[in-house]
């Protein structure tokens, strides 16, 4: 049972809550600390503002995933109060005095591990599922189709209005007109298509000095997610059961997310991966009005980066738990992969997710994995980000061979000379590239990057935003 302070901030929802919990220990409100003969669990009382204290614990029956419990009102897990009852436990461990585990806690952990097996043997059921031949309701999947299309008419029509009215024209009576619009596409299955109009009229919000660059950036990735939204339903319609578009994230832009029965029937799904977080950023995204905690991972079996993505809308956010960075490797019974590109999304359940030190023989197999050839990587993503529905930010690996500033900017070099000027994001909090000058040049030969590719649609300037250096020793986080 490990109980440090990391831990402890690890597991708590938010910062506040943390210090709360931190409070509570100072001000001595825990009473009655008791432990388990195994060591595994601890229990307390805690002082509230009620005549009565709150009862409250911390199960340790798996060690990589423990549960708390409280009877207080808070829907906040871990509560103040557990988090609490953890500190106190990490601030002294021997005021918690031994004892038979109480009754309630036995009854709700025989619980536990017989929802453990039958969770088991619906796991199995879903392969068995997805082994099957698939079959699809026809007429549901058409009737839906053809909503969603009635949904894209309504689409096309705002963003003709937008266009023809002329962006200089659209006056705050107008956009509110046209929000009011876009507010009934929830009614048609397009929620991403809904998010991507309110992402329109954010940067309409941010246009100075009539600068439209990002603004007209917004409307062609429309116009091209429209017409593609329209094509690929229509052929959908046509065949029912034909395998849909696996390497573009289309359906999620359109607005609907896989389950993982039909991931796993689609060759999505991997067992027994390993994966390695290079960088962590948690921001705010007002179009979908969620904050966003994305991880950007190495997957040292397949050698691919992935990306995983935590939304928690804004009316829940102090509910719903932030992901944390995460430094070390996990090792994870099955991993699910999302339709995508370059860097698509996947995840996992994080009862079957067991840590494990970095190795070596881990930081190697990420140096071999990184491109030694900037011509071939710079190329590459070209061919991506030119299609306005490709991700726009790819993340790859490269080698560096030699780095030096030019002016203001750090530029590395490959093997043969090629050169990639690395520059920050304006829209990052994070200034990493100018960070990673205080690394790299101490030993430059010995590093891979891992970089975010953007392109600057004012100057068409293509550069790359450093997320983690990594050399023989060590990931060096740059952006989290």
């Known amino acids: 049972m490990e109980i440090t302070q990391k831990k402890i901030e690890e597991l708590a929802p938010n910062a506040a809550a943390a210090k709360n919990g ?193 603004v007209i950036d917004r409307i062609n990735y429309l116009s091209a997610l429209l017409k593609k939204a329209t094509d690929y339903l229509n052929k959908r319609k046509e065949d029912p059961d034909a395998v849909p578009e696996l390497d573009s994230a289309i359906e999620e832009q359109i607005g609907y997310a896989r389950k993982l029965t039909e991931l796993m029937q689609y060759g999505l799904y991997e067992e027994n991966a390993e994966l390695l977080q290079l960088s962590f950023n948690s921001f705010d995204d007002s179009a979908r009005k969620e904050y966003v905690d994305e991880g950007i991972w190495f997957n040292l079996k397949s050698e691919r980066i992935y990306k995983t993505k935590n939304y928690r809308p804004y009316r829940a956010a102090k509910y719903i738990k932030e992901d944390n960075s995460e430094f070390e490797v996990l090792q994870l019974k099955e991993l699910f992969i999302y339709p995508g590109d370059r860097n698509p999304r996947v995840r996992w359940e994080m009862d079957g997710a067991t840590p494990r030190a970095i190795a070596p023989s881990d930081l190697q197999k990420i140096r071999n994995a990184a491109a030694s050839d900037y011509t071939e990587v710079i190329k590459s993503v070209k061919q991506t980000i030119k299609n306005p529905l490709m991700d726009k930010l790819p993340v790859v690996l490269i080698k560096v061979n030699k780095a030096y500033l030019m002016g203001e900017n750090l530029v590395v070099e490959d093997a043969q000379g090629n050169p990639l000027t690395l520059r920050d994001l304006s829209e990052q909090k994070v200034a990493s590239a100018v960070n990673l000058q205080a690394f790299l040049p101490a030993y430059p030969e010995q590093v891979a990057l891992a970089v975010m590719i953007h392109n600057n649609v004012q100057t068409g300037l293509l550069s790359a935003q450093p997320m983690c250096l990594v050399t023989l020793e060590k990931i060096i986080r740059l952006l989290y």
């Open 22 to 214: 931190r409070d509570l220990v100072s001000k001595g409100k825990l009473s009655n600390l008791h432990i388990s003969p195994e060591g595994d669990l601890i229990w307390g009382e805690c002082a509230g503002s009620g005549k009565n204290p709150y009862y409250c614990s911390a199960d340790y029956m798996d060690e990589h995933h423990p549960i708390f419990r409280c009877n207080c009102p808070s829907r906040q897990f871990p509560c103040k109060h557990t988090l609490g009852l953890l500190y106190a436990y990490e601030k002294n461990s021997s005021g918690f005095t031994q004892a038979a585990i109480p009754d309630d806690i036995s009854q709700k952990r025989e619980k536990i591990e017989k929802r453990q097996e039958k969770k088991e043997q619906e796991k199995e059921s879903i392969k068995e599922k997805a082994a099957k031949p698939r079959q699809v309701n026809k007429a549901a999947f058409i009737k839906k189709a053809d909503t969603q299309l009635a949904g894209i008419g309504l689409a096309v029509r705002i963003l003709e209005e937008i266009v023809q009215a002329g962006l200089s024209s659209l006056d705050v009576k107008m956009i509110k007109t046209l929000q009011g619009q876009v507010k009934e596409l929830g009614n048609y299955y397009i929620n991403g298509i809904q998010t991507s109009f309110n992402d329109l009229f954010l940067e309409l919000n941010e246009v100075e000095g009539e600068e439209y660059t990002h």
